[in-house]
């Protein structure tokens, strides 16, 4: 069975400071990596993917990606009491239809 | 463009009864998704399709989930008989096709079912 790890949280932080939030990921030819961002109530709702190695950048958001160590990370800069949520991470393997197995997600708190 | 269209968006029903959700994805969008979110959990895929044939369903718990794709178009997901563990958000989800490292899932809004 894939698994993807993440901590479930809550993560606090204060507005203003960068949260970082972390996922691992059991299978080691996976290709793709997404984060989504899920409102209490809402579904999810994609911020941004990454498939090589490195840093991905799109606003307040940086996607890290280390395949060696299996772990994918998401940035937020400058986090906003908007930005509290429930930040899930995907992983979609290399095989056939490429399933997409989902973390049970990070709850993040911006304090004000 | 349209979104991924989901109905009823809540049911509550009692346990043994029987429930169907309906799901109207992006048009075009080849791949459809099923799943199922327990409250606190992350979304567990219930059956995946390409056009109208199932190409995942090893999570769907056959003795009483069933789901089909008429068309490659809409889907429906059925529960019957329901019991209290199927309390969840079901979400719809679609992609263009799959097989692309890149291409992105978008959600439907979910159906919240809750059984008593």
């Known amino acids: 069975q894939k698994e993807v790890e993440q901590n479930s949280g809550p993560l606090s932080v204060p507005e203003g400071a960068i949260a970082s939030l972390n996922c691992t990921y059991s299978d080691r030819g996976s290709q793709s990596f997404f984060w989504y961002r899920q409102y209490s109530g809402k579904s999810p709702e994609l911020i941004m993917f990454i498939y090589s190695n490195g840093d991905k950048e799109d606003g307040r958001f940086t996607a890290q990606l280390n395949k060696a160590s299996q772990y994918v990370s998401l940035l937020i800069r400058d986090s906003q009491p908007s930005d509290s949520a429930t930040y899930l991470c995907a992983v979609k393997d290399s095989l056939g239809y490429q399933k997409v197995t989902f973390g049970t997600g990070t709850k993040l708190q911006v304090i004000p | 463009e349209a979104g991924v269209a989901q109905s009823p968006r809540y049911k509550i029903i009692e346990k043994r009864q029987s429930v169907a959700f309906w799901c109207n994805p992006i048009?075009?969008?080849?791949?459809l998704y099923w799943y199922q979110q327990i409250l606190g959990q992350g979304p567990k895929l219930l059956i995946q399709?390409?056009?109208?044939?199932?190409?995942?369903d090893s999570q769907l718990p056959k003795d009483r989930f069933s789901a089909e794709r008429l068309k490659g178009v809409d889907s429906t997901l059925k529960i019957q008989p329901a019991k209290l563990e199927d309390s969840a958000v079901y979400l719809c989800a679609s992609h263009r096709i799959a097989g692309t490292r890149t291409d992105t899932q978008y959600f439907g809004p979910g159906t919240r079912l809750t059984v008593l």
């Open positions: 399709f390409q056009n109208n044939g199932v190409v995942d």
């Open positions: 048009s075009g969008h080849a791949t």
